[in-house]
């Protein structure tokens, strides 16, 4: 109710702010003075992990990336290879041993050089505090040497480096301190100044960033949860630019007034299966949901064509994606008879089955902030029950509480960037092990677990992209997973702003080359 009631008040604002006339030109001319980006963001909140730009909480670091604060020592090019940032180069001394060298001229905004010694600060305290982090990276030693660190792991770490160029990997200066608002000191374009969770979030210019000059005095980023107010943000000049908006909303933008940067991701839509959930323990149910969600009618009539329809959890640009592996395709007849056969009938006739007295009914939970998502459900809901099976959904911004109540829920459908680092090996390790994350259903799978063990130590990038297709099929074959689409992600700006750019791994939004027309 409470995020209901933020949402009006900003939709009464904006349109009374447009009848008295609050966009004319003395604000024009005010915003004009100071350079001030307004960038307008769905996903930016608590409801999504990220509550804060420290990339050192849960999910926070995909903030701190986004808005220019942090930086990794690796970042990803346009085709997705890894290149040095902070970092000025690296060699592997032996399978445990990396040796980083960094830039000579790089420094955080609290005015402190970035040196060895910074970045062993910085990364120890990733891992002390950071559950994935440890896992990922199995760092045992860190030593640092001028502007070379040196770092060795547990155990044999192919990707390491990749792990690196995750959000979390930005650096920051641990002696300038994390504030109790969650803002941290970063080498990026800009720096935090003030943050209002779930609010706002206001940046100044790095007036001494190390690559380039910003082009903005000032980034003030909204988080506006509600996709019809962000539309109209947009619209009335309250905001710059925007991601996240309705794809509804996107024909309005489509003219000389505005900017649509768009680029193919890895983000996946899919559901997770509860193999806690008595139903769900069920093969041929699993089996069913999967032969049951009609992905490319999601695809081209809900998403109106801005996505793709996936197999696994990769998509089609990656050699590991897309057709290398095989999953059930949509088939309602199909679904039909494997229930049939499963003893799943409707003696009743109320279109819903049942067995042994219990209707054949799967709880659905899902959250609002990915505008997708309840689309998703409710594009389920349908085609399931049209082949016998009742679907009720939850959709909730408490969803990260639920998810980790196995009696709370059947199936969950989520979203994420499934190869944000280019390597297959994130997906497996933070959903589908023993010890992930999140491993929302419970699922657990001898051989993928094995096939891990070899992965976890192969360096060879061929073998990698086998074995990735090896543990993709694992999955799918056991149905523990439905994957739905991969998304096209979209970002829009007015027609007086260059440079807010999409980026296939969703980490780089706003930059250095982010600036006014002139």
Not at 249 to 269: H, K, M, V, W
Not at 305 to 327: E, H, I, S
Not at 369 to 383: D, F, N, T, V, Y
């Amino acid at each position: 109710m409470k995020r209901c009631a933020k949402v009006l008040v900003l939709a009464f604002g904006l349109w009374l702010g447009v009848l008295t006339g609050c966009n004319g030109p003395e604000k024009a001319a005010a915003k004009e003075e100071k350079k001030t980006f307004v960038f307008g963001d769905t996903t930016f909140n608590p409801e999504n992990e990220e509550p804060d730009v420290n990339p050192h909480n849960t999910y926070a670091g995909w903030a701190c990336i986004r808005y220019g604060i942090g930086e990794t020592l690796f970042r990803y090019s346009d085709s997705m290879e890894m290149e040095p940032w902070l970092a000025a180069g690296y060699e592997i001394a032996d399978e445990l041993t990396w040796i980083i060298t960094l830039r000579d001229d790089v420094a955080f905004t609290s005015g402190r050089k970035m040196d060895g010694e910074a970045v062993k600060e910085c990364l120890e305290h990733l891992i002390e505090v950071h559950d994935r982090a440890r896992g990922d990276l199995m760092i045992d030693t860190i030593t640092a040497d001028g502007q070379t660190v040196t770092i060795k792991t547990q155990a044999p770490k192919p990707a390491l480096l990749n792990y690196l160029s995750d959000p979390y990997g930005c650096m920051i200066d641990m002696q300038a301190g994390i504030t109790a608002d969650g803002i941290a000191v970063g080498t990026g374009p800009y720096r935090a100044v003030s943050l209002v969770s779930g609010e706002e979030l206001k940046l100044e210019k790095n007036e001494n960033y190390w690559n380039g000059e910003p082009g903005f005095e000032e980034i003030i980023v909204r988080a506006i949860s509600d996709g019809d107010t962000l539309t109209m943000a947009l619209q009335s000049g309250e905001i710059d630019g925007a991601y996240g908006l309705p794809y509804a909303s996107y024909p309005l933008f489509q003219n000389e007034d505005y900017t649509i940067s768009g680029c193919a991701t890895s983000r996946a839509f899919f559901v997770h299966m509860n193999f806690e959930s008595p139903v769900i323990q069920e093969a041929a149910v699993r089996k069913a949901l999967a032969m049951g969600i009609d992905k490319e009618g999601f695809v081209n009539t809900l998403l109106d064509g801005n996505g793709y329809a996936a197999a696994g959890p990769y998509p089609a640009n990656v050699p590991f994606g897309g057709g290398a592996v095989k999953t059930e395709g949509y088939d309602p007849e199909g679904a039909r008879r494997v229930l049939e056969n499963a003893g799943w009938t409707d003696s009743d006739g109320d279109g819903i089955r049942e067995k042994n007295g219990k209707k054949l009914e799967i709880r659905w939970l899902t959250y609002p902030s990915r505008q997708e998502l309840p689309l998703l459900g409710e594009a389920a809901q349908a085609a399931l029950k049209d082949i016998g099976i009742a679907v009720s959904i939850q959709c909730t911004a408490d969803h990260n509480r639920l998810r980790r109540d196995p009696g709370a829920w059947d199936v969950y459908a989520s979203a994420m960037v499934t190869a944000p680092t280019g390597d297959p090996e994130y997906f497996f390790t933070t959903h589908c092990l023993d010890g992930s994350s999140a491993n929302n259903g419970r699922y657990h799978s001898d051989r993928l677990e094995e096939l891990e063990k070899e992965l976890a130590e192969t360096f060879d990038t061929a073998r990698r992209g086998e074995l990735a297709v090896l543990m993709q099929q694992a999955i799918l074959d056991d149905n523990a997973f439905i994957f739905c689409s991969h998304l096209k992600m979209s970002m829009i700006s007015r027609a007086g702003v260059t440079g807010l750019t999409a980026h296939p791994c969703d980490f780089y939004e706003i930059t250095a080359d982010l600036a006014p027309v002139d």
